[in-house]
């Protein structure tokens, strides 16, 4: 009885994280904060370790399992996955309606227009509605089984929601077809994780989606964070309906994650408008398209118009113009950034790159120069992805006088020493008061995603830091009327808005200050961790390297980082001037969410059939609980393992309920 009961909680809970996983991956609205996820997806681990025959291949505890792989099988697909005729101009595409509804012998043909997403495409394989196998596209006949780590990809359903399967007569097998792709997020991430640990950057998002699934290693795979939007679904070798739209909103049902830009269209004219409207908001988007998809709606019409050896004429692709272009390197230089990096960047004679004048370029580390073999003068092919800075792709044409850079003994800025620490990539300013790192510090603590200081531009800085005006970010808070209107362009209307945003700053949660000061490895995710896990400033300034590695997400590396931050005499003395002009430094109550256990109070006696007693005391503390050391009347419970001492006796006299482990394990739920 007690079994059965656990084992349907373990079901409850696993439907419970789907649901979370969904929210947050799929519909990108989370209704939980990542810590409460964790500690969920936690305890859900927990129980699967003590009951290990219950694990099914659908929890999502089994996102990441097994051992790394050797190699990849080879699988079959059972339709085989073509590919699209391109075409780049709208006098092709017209040509194209044309022959569609010529060979469809109607006058209108009704049209979805999709984004062609810039990643690698996928077959997926469900068997009653849980995910078996993820297949690569391949040659199209067959492609290489990599189902592990598919699984990794936190949008894909391991299983899908019933209501949708039963809109397709719940057949036992279907397939679903997408495109697996890396947003810009995960691609810098990516980059500069790499960097770091001195290895060469991908090259753009989809080389660097499709480098990680050939990755071995699932975790590894797990770490890159791919997302995956699904366009086509098989039943059968066949799409179960009238229309390709009706398949997209079942695909939708079933949990998928659907790619939500695409438009039914009917007359030509929307097409173009279509078009033109994504070729200008594709650089908003937080991942890459090279193009549009245009497929026929009505599914019975794919079968009459066939296809060609390697695609199908229901559907064409416009590719947009590629953003490059080539240029000549005019010069490099280090310029100089917050944690006082020197980042070679190349300044360009000026070429304008799909609409936009780009005179400069990043070259992101002396190992990058090596590898394009850039010198100045040289002419070079140049790219743009999305909002991403220009990057230089290779040269063209060496110049035969082409000067190499050499990255300087000393800052261009300050003229501190520069120096290269032992296994890292980056060149580095030692001077902590150089000035340009401590503008680039300010524009960092006031961007949107931190302080969110409106109206902290690099002009103001420019002027705030030349001025000796702010000698660090507490600075801010001591400014004046008086001062501000003193420099140029700024009247008494734009000082007085300055000062209140600066003050309405000081209300920003916890994590948003974390990530503002600038911690070298801390970003915005690891902020919010740091600051749920220790709830205020003042204890993750003391912690130890050990107790930050219990962290989630915080690996040596940052946990270094941040230890010798906080030990360095100038930040600590900062973070007083912060405290005392009133920033917040404990974490806002509401978001410390009272735990199930909250006002428990628990002692525990004897050994614990799995959990260790720190390992107990932690889990009961996190629901809300507390831990003390003996038996009282005030003791909700007493939580007894093997070889009990006299506590368990006292319980029985007073009264107080005992539990086991399982019966703990059963409240903590
Ligand atoms: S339809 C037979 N829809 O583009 C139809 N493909 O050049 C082929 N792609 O291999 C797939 N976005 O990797 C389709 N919305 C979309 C797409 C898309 C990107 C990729 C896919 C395919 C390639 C064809």
């Given at each position: 009885m007690v079994a059965k009961t656990l084992r349907q909680q373990i079901e409850k809970l696993r439907e419970e994280i789907r649901r979370h996983e969904y929210l947050y991956y799929?519909?990108?609205?989370?209704?939980?904060s990542d810590y409460e996820f964790d500690q969920m997806m936690k305890q859900l681990a927990e129980l699967e370790r003590q009951h290990p025959e219950w694990v099914t291949p659908d929890s999502p505890t089994q996102r990441v399992g097994g051992t790394p792989a050797t190699e990849f099988p080879t699988v079959r697909h059972a339709v085989p996955m073509l590919s699209l005729d391109n075409t780049y101009s709208l006098e092709e595409l017209a040509d194209w309606d044309r022959r569609v509804r010529e060979l469809a012998g109607r006058s209108s043909v009704e049209y979805v227009a999709e984004l062609k997403l810039d990643g690698l495409s996928m077959s997926l394989i469900y068997e009653d509605g849980v995910l078996v196998r993820g297949v690569t596209r391949g040659d199209g006949t067959q492609g290489e089984d990599v189902t592990a780590n598919v699984k990794?990809?936190?949008?894909?359903?391991?299983r899908v929601a019933s209501e949708g399967l039963a809109r397709m007569g719940s057949p036992r097998r279907f397939e679903v077809r997408g495109e697996v792709i890396m947003t810009l997020e995960s691609f810098r991430r990516a980059n500069a994780e790499r960097e770091a640990a001195g290895q060469p950057r991908f090259a753009n998002p989809r080389n660097a989606a499709a480098g990680t699934m050939r990755q071995l290693d699932p975790k590894i795979v797990a770490s890159r964070r791919l997302d995956m939007f699904l366009y086509f679904l098989f039943v059968e070798g066949r799409v179960p309906f009238a229309k390709h739209s009706e398949a997209l909103e079942v695909l939708s049902l079933m949990g998928f994650k659907v790619n939500p830009h695409y438009r039914m269209i009917s007359r030509f004219e929307a097409l173009k408008d279509y078009l033109d409207e994504y070729e200008t908001r594709r650089e908003k988007l937080d991942y890459e398209i090279d193009g549009i998809v245009v497929k026929v709606n009505d599914t019975r019409l794919w079968d009459e118009l066939g296809t060609t050896a390697k695609s199908p004429r229901w559907a064409i692709a416009y590719k947009y113009p590629a953003r490059q272009a080539t240029t000549r390197v005019l010069d490099i230089r280090a310029q100089v950034g917050r944690t006082g990096t020197l980042t070679p960047v190349a300044d360009l004679e000026p070429v304008d790159l799909g609409g936009v004048t780009v005179s400069h370029a990043t070259l992101h580390n002396m190992d990058e120069i090596e590898r394009l073999g850039v010198k100045i003068g040289d002419t070079v092919l140049l790219q743009r992805a999305g909002e991403v800075i220009p990057q230089i792709v290779k040269v063209v044409r060496s110049a035969p006088d082409g000067r190499p850079f050499r990255m300087p003994s000393h800052c261009p800025v300050c003229g501190g020493d520069v120096r290269r620490a032992e296994g890292e990539v980056a060149y580095r300013c030692v001077n902590a008061a150089c000035p340009a790192q401590l503008k680039e510090s300010l524009l960092h603590f006031a961007g949107r995603r931190a302080m969110d200081i409106e109206g902290l531009g690099e002009a103001l800085v420019d002027q705030l830091v030349d001025r000796g005006l702010v000698r660090d970010v507490a600075d801010l808070y001591r400014l004046t009327p008086a001062q501000l209107t003193a420099l140029e362009r700024m009247g008494d209307k734009s000082a007085h808005n300055l000062l209140e945003q600066i003050a309405a700053s000081k209300k920003v949660g916890l994590a948003r200050l974390i990530y503002a000061l600038g911690i070298r490895y801390v970003g915005e995710r690891t902020a919010q961790f740091l600051a749920e896990h220790f709830g205020s400033l003042d204890k993750i300034s003391k912690a130890t390297q050990e107790e930050l590695l219990a962290v989630e997400e915080v690996g040596p590396k940052i946990a270094t980082s941040i230890v010798e931050f906080f030990a360095e005499k100038r930040n600590r003395a900062v973070l007083e001037k912060l405290r005392q002009a009133g920033l917040q430094f404990e974490q806002r109550a509401e978001r410390k969410r009272l735990g199930k256990l909250a006002g428990k109070q628990f002692v525990l006696t004897g050994t614990l059939p799995h959990l260790s007693r720190e390992e107990a005391s932690r889990r009961i503390e996190e629901a809300g609980g507390r831990v003390t050391g003996s038996v009282s009347k005030r003791a909700d419970y007493v939580v007894v393992g093997e070889d009990p001492g006299s506590k368990l006796d006292k319980a029985r006299a007073l009264g107080i309920p005992i539990l086991s482990e399982a019966d703990l394990l059963h409240l903590l739920k």
């Open positions: 799929v519909k990108n609205e989370p209704e939980i990794t990809i936190r949008s894909v359903p391991l």
